[in-house]
């Protein structure tokens, strides 16, 4: 009787969004756990071939600079890789010597407030928020919490991220480095 | 530890010992060593404070360290560049809040007083009503720098006004650090410094700038993957993993055929030479480092300067790496250091060469950079083994090469040359000392002039 009520009540595209919304946010919970199981060669084929991965550097500026707050494509920044580099930061991971993560820290991508900002068809924009949480060692504690936003394209094995921006809610990094995945 | 009375230095001899190379470790650890270094050697030092391009229009300014100081570089009306202590003369609170920007003054937000770009007090509320017009604003400027000079662009200040001109400072071998990246074309600041935070010593990032003894084994899984170019070498010297196989360490083609220079108040220079980086680098890489036998870099650079390839290191803590960069280490407390990654580009290059230098930059150093994830855990554990009664009374080594480096004095430039060895950190920390026994200029100069051998 429920699913009679829902067809009579909620318009059709509405499910659509609402499907939409979950296959998207299925997908950022699978991509999570990917990361947070270390299992950073599957994890990398969830990009596509042509993809960008780019985290800028963030400033604290006078309110009045803010659009200079963030640096720019083709500027310095902490990330700025194509597949090949992250392929490559995958490899590294996984050569066994990569001191920085051996012992290997511990993660926890926590990823929120999932907005589709825009479906092309192909292709989606979609933001989240993200809260990192690593520790490493006996004691250290990283905590990262920022937004991201992808170009999500719809491939025949599903979502693949065809961009990601990264924008960190730091501006001097509180870390020693950023050997984790965003 | 203890430390004395002004005037009385006997007890820093002991801090390290440049016969036996070994260094005590409370030098890293130790706050009193470390207000001593702020006092002594970020007080005193010439030091790096930011490209003028960075700045380029009026207005512009960038907030940059000076030991516990912070300096705001600021460009003027009249295109000339001026250091302001950021801090308001009436009680003291930041004038400026922000890392970088532009400004047409800075008010301050406790009581409004406002300060032109050039420093002085425009502005006092209530000037009639609450001072009656008695308060000299003349009187009242923000602070300078006590000398703000500029070699090629890059900007440099100190806080004692006896400090020798910025020139001598540098001497031929801190010239040769800084044409080493400023000749390389018309150099311009890439927006974007990158900065972030380890809990060391400042000293460790500061020496490790000469240290081609790690990164076959730091950066051994960035070599596996190609990052860095490794010689078909294999070190039998007995790297073993947790499992007790042989690690497989590849040398760097480089680690036979190094350079070192040895230059007054502790800058120094050590790496591959030139010609031995040649023989590494795929040609089409030949030009990150050919551009120095060009005839203006060359006549700058002379006969010794322009045979090195890396790694020059200005005393105290600004290293200029092989690739257009800066890497500034700032201290912020005896274990906390600041690294301050600046990016230069060569405006006379392609779009695609200034892209691909780009990637190099992002992808080598930095927290997220294929190399520099592991120095800083070796340099943040380090620091904290200092910190144990028993650890730290084990010496910290400076012994690979000792006694051998004969220096050979050519065109102004103490040399020696060596396989890969720990001349330059035992030079670091043979001026390093100097400094902190707060000595004349003169004496420091007379200390820190290199001899025949090291
Ligand atoms: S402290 Fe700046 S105006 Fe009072
Ligand atoms: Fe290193």
Redesign the interface.
Known sequence: MATAHLETTIAPEKIAAMYLQYEVEQFYTHEAALLDHQRFEEWVDLFTDDTAYF???R????R??LS?EF??P????????DKA?LV??V???G?G????EDPPSRTRHLVTNVRIIEDLGTELTVETCFHLYRTRLKSEIDEWIGRREDVLRRTEEGFRIARRDIYLDQ?????????NFF | MTIEAPGTTAHLESLVNVATGELDRRIFSDEEIFELEMQHIFGRAWLFLCHETQIPKKGDFFEAPMGKDNVLVVRQRDRSIKALLNTCTHRGNAVCRAEEGNVRNFMCTYHGWTFGLDGELVGVPGMSDFYRDELDRTKHPLRKVAQLDNYKGFIFATMDPQAPPLLEFLGRTGRIAIDLLAERGDIEARPGVQKFTLNCNWKFTADNAFDYYHPQITHISAQAVGMIPSADVNDTGGAKTDEGKALGVQRLPTDLDTLVALGEYGHAISGPSLDSMLRTLPPEMHELVTWRRNPGPLAALGPVGSRFAGHPHLFPTAWFTMDAQISLRVPRSAGVTEVWWFSFKDRNESPEEQKAQLGRQIHSFGPAGFLEQEDGENWSQSTAQTRGGASRDIPQLLKMGLGRGKIIHEDGVARIEAPVNEHAQLWTYLSWLAWVKGTSWDELRSATTPGDYI
């Open positions: 985290m800028p550097i400033r604290t500026v006078p009045r600079n200079r640096t720019q083709g500027e310095m920044a902490f990330f700025d890789d580099t490559g930061r490899q590294k991971l050569t010597t990569a001191w920085a501006t001097v990094l509180l870390s020693q480095n950023l050997s």
